[in-house]
């Protein structure tokens, strides 16, 4: 079943969407710029995530913070997903996939500027009120480009076409760190160091400066923020959602969130996807503090090099996967990545010496599929098309493992007195990939038998 694509005003656009919408919300074929559009949108929260990990280091020093209390950052950062996911999806709703965006685009820029008076009145809890905005904005980001990227196309592709863009995502991750190695960290004698030498006022001032120095990626960021919400203003872009059958009443978004949590499939791929993020989060969220640990002759700057490395291989993984994608069903590919990364972190454990720096890296790229994977497989478990923008929203959700987990491992960290060692909560995360993927390969769902036996085709 096909429908038209004039979708009312908040529809109309300069960049005319030319194709053809079927009834489930997918379409016929891929539109070229919108595709690009929304993919574009990946590097922009990849670039505030990998911030986090530079304003951990640089806040557990200014602040004087424990590495628990440090890892609060993502916390904040992962309870906007939380709070604003279902939020988001009730947006899509009652608007479009466009229109939300837009206005978690201005939500972004918002959280970006709360920095300044944040950074002005020098406390954590207003950096965390202002990562928590910026968060929220991000939520409805996501919410809305995860789903809308595997529905930009037909269906058999939909895993594939999300990969590609998350692929995106580690370019905006470089960019962020880049923009915090130059911007924020200095030459030199690493911060903690630099603090230790004074007292008093003197180290009030250099606290106050260094806060300063936060502020300058987020300069940046805005104006881009700002380029993107006029060029979705000014794009016209499909539906992305199911016909509708005026004879069955429309279901509310609390009814339909209890639908799905009784849906044990898709449950379990909500848990799967809280553990991968989790994973994600904490590697690159500790990466900085493990090369520091280990060798503290070197600074933030030098160390901030080992996670761009790690964001290189988690680009290459994701490429590497999406060409095995194409020749070997995905959960396959997801399930020897986990089982490498499994043993890497177990390599790490026996191994304690700055060669973990290195292993790090390894395991980001070993991450390479695994979002996009749980996701749309995930997805795959619905069988009422009218659900996915709940659904869609309810696994961005498991963002919040991103909050979990860094606190987790930074909590292990302090108890043990060693970074290595709080590393080997990762066999839990990887533990969950492994078994989620074996238990699909040798039973599969139907309708996510039926979906990998079409992306084969």
């Known amino acids: 079943m096909e429908h038209s694509t004039n979708n009312g005003p908040h529809e109309f656009g300069i960049f005319k969407f030319r194709g053809k919408e079927l009834g489930n919300g ?3 074929k891929a539109p070229v710029l919108q595709f690009i559009l929304v993919s574009l949108l990946f590097p922009m929260w990849g670039a505030a995530a990998s911030l986090n990990d530079i304003l951990i280091t640089q806040f557990k020093s200014i602040f004087q913070l424990s590495n628990l209390a440090s890892a609060y950052v993502q916390s904040a950062f992962s309870l906007g997903y939380f709070v604003m996911a279902i939020p988001a999806s009730w947006l899509i709703k009652k608007t479009s996939y466009r229109v939300t965006i837009i206005i978690g685009l201005l939500l972004y820029l918002i959280g970006c500027a709360l920095f300044f008076p944040a950074s002005a009145a020098a406390t954590y809890g207003f950096f965390l009120l202002a ?6 904005g991000l939520t409805i980001i996501e919410t809305s480009a995860d789903t809308y990227s595997a529905l930009l196309g037909p269906e058999k592709q939909r895993t594939l076409r999300l990969n590609i863009s998350q692929t995106f995502l580690p370019i905006g991750s470089i960019v962020g760190i880049l923009l915090g190695k130059y911007l924020i960290f200095t030459n030199g004698a690493n911060l903690d160091e630099k603090l230790s030498k004074v007292s008093g006022s003197a180290r009030v001032r250099l606290g106050e400066e260094a806060l300063q120095k936060t502020l300058q990626p987020y300069k940046y960021i805005i104006i881009v923020i700002a380029i993107m919400i006029i060029l979705f203003m000014i794009t016209q872009f499909p539906s992305g959602k ?3 059958n005026k004879a069955v009443k429309e279901q509310s978004t609390g009814k339909t969130v209890m639908q799905l949590l009784k849906n044990h499939n898709f449950t379990y791929g909500m848990f799967t996807l809280f553990m991968y993020v989790g994973l994600q989060v904490s590697v690159w969220s500790f990466t900085i503090r493990l090369a520091l640990t280990l060798n503290p002759a070197i600074n933030e700057r030098t160390s901030s090099n080992y996670v761009i490395g790690s964001y290189i291989a988690f680009f290459i993984g994701r490429v590497l996967a999406d060409y095995l994608m194409r020749k070997i069903p995905h ?3 997801l399930f020897w990545y986990s089982v490498l990364g499994f043993i890497a972190i177990g ?5 304690r010496n700055f060669s973990g720096v290195y ?3 390894l395991v980001s790229g070993l991450m390479g599929p695994g979002y996009a994977t749980i996701y749309t497989e995930t997805l795959g478990f619905i069988e009422d098309p009218h659900q996915t923008e709940t ?10 493992g991103g909050g979990v987990w860094p606190a987790i491992q930074g909590w292990v960290a302090d108890i043990t007195g060693s970074m290595t060692i709080s590393f080997a909560v990762h066999f839990f995360t990887f533990g969950a990939m492994i078994i989620y993927a074996y238990h699909y390969i040798k039973h ?12 084969q085709n």
């Open 131 to 136: 990562l928590f905005v910026l968060a929220t």
């Open 331 to 333: 959960l396959k590919v």
């Open 242 to 244: 199911p016909t509708k």
């Open 347 to 351: 390599t790490m454990m026996i191994d």
């Open 26 to 28: 997918y379409l016929s």
């Open 359 to 361: 292993i790090a890296i």
């Open 391 to 400: 659904a869609g929203a309810m696994l961005v959700m498991m963002v919040v």
């Open 444 to 455: 599969p769902f139907d309708g996510l038998a039926e979906g990998a036996k079409n992306d």
